[in-house]
């Protein structure tokens, strides 16, 4: 856990519960990267990610100061998705407003292109795929820290990462050669 | 592991700057003498690559103001070795005796412990046996439309401070030590539609409409006396000195 970190923690544990903002402030960004990924739309994203600061707050107490805290708060985030997806027990589908972003100049059409395709093909993942992708590439965590978040060995990360990456290949050389 | 196991896992491991300086070696020997690997490690980097170009989505709105109103404050202070069902009988117990005390001499405990205004209180993790009312009867004021009730127990060096209040104006309540010194520790709750901030020491809370916000917090000399000023935009308003005698 970072000093900054650690700090605000502690001063929020002895009761100045309002620099909670600034714990919120600085995560609100890949958390809710991590949810929109992972739920498939903006809305559940939202609500994945104030569910995720919120519980995190509740259980500040169980936090091990030992621990990095985005782990432990991705963590929470992870779960909080996985249980929204669970509860609404429907496929994510493709966010709409992910992929619809192909306009203007050809040089920034053709990337904003590839982009929406790179989007689409993430969206096509299985979930254990699509969220070693996330936390790898977006939210650039090591090995280690993914393996804790998702309560699984570290060669196992590797080895869906390996594999979700060589599935998000073939899927854009796919819609390329469309 | 097999051939095609070990060029697949020197490609990954090229990606992510994992190679040792041999297995980067190996890897452009392999590929350069292997076209169709060549082309499959292009295509992988590439997506990888288009990856790491995305940025992260913002969220559209601040999640703050969204996430605070579900807070609750940390639980402070007092935490009861035994059950509670057992610490409020206890308490009880002891009320019912005292009021018999009270009978006798009426100087040994204040009545309005018992009043019906100070049960939430016992749901903030005080001890309902310990807690001393700070303010005889919560403080009540009116002006036109806004009322102000305020009302404050302390257990040990924690005051808990409980304001309600309804105004259609802006109404600013400041919590302050007294003789300019500081209150500490500060712990703050409060509802929709307030805003509520702790700087020097000092607790600012802004409402308009029905609100009701409670802080936790000691004084600085332990003495448990402090000012709540409470101030409409005309000017109208109070000052309550509260505290210990």
């Given at each position: 856990?970072?000093?900054?970190?650690?700090?605000?923690?502690?001063?929020?544990?002895?009761?100045?519960?309002?620099?909670?903002?600034?714990?919120?402030?600085?995560?609100e960004r890949p958390?809710?990267?991590?949810?929109?990924?992972?739920?498939?739309?903006?809305?559940?994203?939202?609500?994945?990610?104030?569910?995720?600061?919120?519980?995190?707050?509740?259980?500040?107490?169980?936090?091990?100061?030992?621990?990095?805290?985005?782990?432990?708060?991705?963590?929470?985030?992870?779960?909080?998705?996985?249980?929204?997806?669970?509860?609404?027990?429907?496929?994510?589908?493709?966010?709409?407003?992910?992929?619809?972003?192909?306009?203007?100049?050809?040089?920034?059409?053709?990337?904003?292109?590839?982009?929406?395709?790179?989007?689409?093909?993430?969206?096509?993942?299985?979930?254990?795929?699509?969220?070693?992708?996330?936390?790898?590439?977006?939210?650039?965590?090591?090995?280690?820290?993914?393996?804790?978040i998702l309560a699984?060995?570290?060669?196992?990360?590797?080895?869906?990462?390996?594999?979700?990456?060589?599935?998000?290949?073939?899927?854009?050389?796919?819609?390329?050669?469309? | 592991?097999?051939?095609?196991?070990?060029?697949?896992?020197?490609?990954?491991?090229?990606?992510?700057?994992?190679?040792?300086?041999?297995?980067?070696?190996?890897?452009?020997?392999?590929?350069?003498?292997?076209?169709?690997?060549?082309?499959?490690?292009?295509?992988?980097?590439?997506?990888?690559?288009?990856?790491?170009?995305?940025?992260?989505?913002?969220?559209?709105?601040?999640?703050?103001?969204?996430?605070?109103?579900?807070?609750?404050?940390?639980?402070?202070?007092?935490?009861?070795?035994?059950?509670?069902?057992?610490?409020?009988?206890?308490?009880?117990?002891?009320?019912?005796?005292?009021?018999?005390?009270?009978?006798?001499?009426?100087?040994?405990?204040?009545?309005?412990?018992?009043?019906?205004?100070?049960?939430?209180?016992?749901?903030?993790?005080?001890?309902?046996?310990?807690?001393?009312?700070?303010?005889?009867?919560?403080?009540?004021?009116?002006?036109?439309?806004?009322?102000?009730t305020i009302s404050?127990?302390?257990?040990?060096?924690?005051?808990?401070?409980?304001?309600?209040?309804?105004?259609?104006?802006?109404?600013?309540?400041?919590?302050?030590?007294?003789?300019?010194?500081?209150?500490?520790?500060?712990?703050?709750?409060?509802?929709?539609?307030?805003?509520?901030?702790?700087?020097?020491?000092?607790?600012?809370?802004?409402?308009?409409?029905?609100?009701?916000?409670?802080?936790?917090?000691?004084?600085?000399?332990?003495?448990?006396?402090?000012?709540?000023?409470?101030?409409?935009?005309?000017?109208?308003?109070?000052?309550?000195?509260?505290?210990?005698?």
């Amino acid at each position: 856990m970072s000093d900054g970190d650690r700090r605000l923690i502690e001063r929020i544990r002895r009761g100045e519960s309002e620099l909670y903002a600034e714990i919120v402030s600085r995560y609100e960004r890949p958390i809710y990267c991590l949810a929109l990924r992972l739920t498939g739309n903006p809305e559940d994203a939202w609500e994945v990610s104030q569910v995720a600061f919120v519980s995190a707050y509740r259980k500040l107490d169980q936090f091990d100061p030992d621990r990095r805290f985005f782990s432990w708060l991705y963590r929470i985030a992870y779960n909080a998705a996985l249980d929204l997806i669970a509860g609404r027990r429907r496929q994510v589908e493709l966010p709409v407003d992910l992929v619809s972003r192909v306009a203007g100049p050809d040089a920034e059409a053709a990337a904003s292109e590839r982009r929406a395709l790179l989007e689409a093909g993430l969206a096509e993942l299985s979930f254990d795929h699509r969220v070693v992708i996330v936390l790898r590439h977006f939210l650039d965590l090591s090995y280690r820290e993914m393996a804790e978040i998702l309560a699984i060995e570290e060669k196992t990360v590797k080895s869906r990462l390996f594999t979700a990456r060589r599935e998000l290949a073939a899927r854009l050389r796919k819609a390329l050669d469309r | 592991m097999s051939a095609d196991e070990r060029l697949e896992r020197l490609m990954q491991q090229e990606i992510d700057g994992a190679n040792q300086a041999e297995e980067s070696a190996e890897l452009a020997r392999r590929l350069a003498d292997d076209p169709a690997a060549q082309a499959a490690y292009d295509e992988l980097r590439a997506a990888v690559d288009a990856l790491d170009d995305v940025d992260q989505t913002e969220p559209p709105r601040p999640l703050w103001p969204s996430v605070s109103r579900s807070l609750q404050p940390p639980r402070r202070v007092w935490r009861p070795r035994w059950r509670p069902a057992v610490a409020w009988g206890f308490a009880a117990g002891l009320a019912a005796g005292l009021l018999v005390l009270l009978a006798v001499d009426d100087g040994l405990v204040h009545p309005t412990a018992l009043e019906p205004w100070m049960q939430p209180f016992g749901a903030m993790g005080l001890d309902p046996g310990r807690a001393e009312v700070l303010a005889a009867t919560p403080y009540q004021a009116q002006h036109g439309q806004t009322e102000v009730t305020i009302s404050a127990v302390r257990d040990g060096e924690t005051i808990v401070l409980d304001v309600m209040a309804t105004s259609p104006e802006l109404l600013r309540v400041v919590v302050t030590g007294l003789d300019g010194q500081a209150c500490r520790g500060w712990s703050v709750s409060h509802g929709n539609p307030a805003a509520s901030s702790v700087r020097d020491e000092t607790w600012a809370l802004s409402c308009e409409g029905s609100v009701r916000a409670r802080a936790w917090f000691t004084t600085v000399d332990g003495a448990g006396r402090f000012h709540v000023r409470w101030q409409l935009p005309g000017g109208a308003g109070d000052t309550v000195e509260i505290g210990s005698e």
